[in-house]
């Protein structure tokens, strides 16, 4: 199985960066996605890492280093509506994917 | 946005009642899952299904059964709800092609309560 770490809450201000860091142990990794969630919607998939490095969507980023057992998502220009939860998720070599707890983002003016 | 609507979108129940929630697609994925989400657990996998009658038990499967006599519907039933049951319950669907970032694309969610 897969034991997924990601802090609980972050607070940044409007327009700052904000990175969202991820360890996970996996017995067969298949991929590392990051989903973004607004309280009570459902989660919508943001971006996908399976080699190792930086993949740059936006004002969005992810990083893996499978070594290490690490991603993190950047978050760059933050505006107000990126207030959400964000979720670390990482697919084993049967396509299921475990999800991380989420960490609550807080953008502040 | 993926076609996938789950139903109903808000149930309040009683404890030992029995319940099914339902989940439609209209993209004609092989891959179907019910999730529950409950605070400070993230979402953890109920049951998925491969195909037609093709399923399987995630990690937090004791209490529930789902059911796929159709490509665009699987259910999920509880036999006797509990209150440890309480929670918000989403559905999921995935096509696996072969590419890489083949993901995972969620329904609107059902919340139950049961009482």
């Known amino acids: 199985g897969q034991n997924i770490d990601q802090p609980t809450e972050m607070t940044a201000t409007e327009g700052a960066i904000v990175q969202i860091n991820c360890t996970y142990q996996?017995?067969?990794?298949?991929?590392l996605f990051w989903y973004q969630q607004h309280a009570g919607e459902a989660p919508t998939f943001l971006s996908y890492?399976?080699?190792?490095g930086l993949e740059e969507k936006g004002r969005f980023s992810s990083f893996l280093s499978r070594s290490k057992g690490y991603s993190y998502l950047l978050l760059k220009e933050l505006q107000m509506k990126d207030s959400a939860s964000y979720l670390c998720?990482?697919?084993?070599?049967?396509?299921?994917?475990?999800f991380g707890a989420g960490t609550t983002v807080t953008v502040r003016a | 946005d993926a076609g996938i609507t789950q139903s109903p979108r808000h149930k309040v129940t009683e404890t030992g009642t029995p319940v099914t929630l339902r989940c439609h697609q209209t993209e004609n994925h092989r891959y179907m899952y019910w999730y529950r989400q409950d605070p400070g657990h993230g979402l953890r996998l109920i049951h998925y299904?491969?195909?037609?009658?093709?399923?399987d038990k995630g990690e937090v499967s004791d209490g529930y059964s789902v059911s796929r006599s159709k490509t665009e519907d699987f259910l999920l039933t509880l036999e006797s709800a509990t209150s440890s049951q309480t929670s918000v319950y989403f559905c999921?669907?995935?096509?696996?092609?072969?590419?890489?970032?083949?993901?995972?694309?969620f329904g609107p969610g059902t919340r139950l309560t049961v009482l």
């Open positions: 890492n399976v080699l190792d």
């Open positions: 998720a990482v697919r084993d070599r049967d396509y299921k994917l475990s």
């Open positions: 299904s491969y195909g037609v009658k093709d399923t």
């Open positions: 999921a669907i995935s096509e696996l092609e072969g590419r890489g970032t083949d993901t995972q694309y």
């Open positions: 996996t017995s067969g990794f298949n991929g």
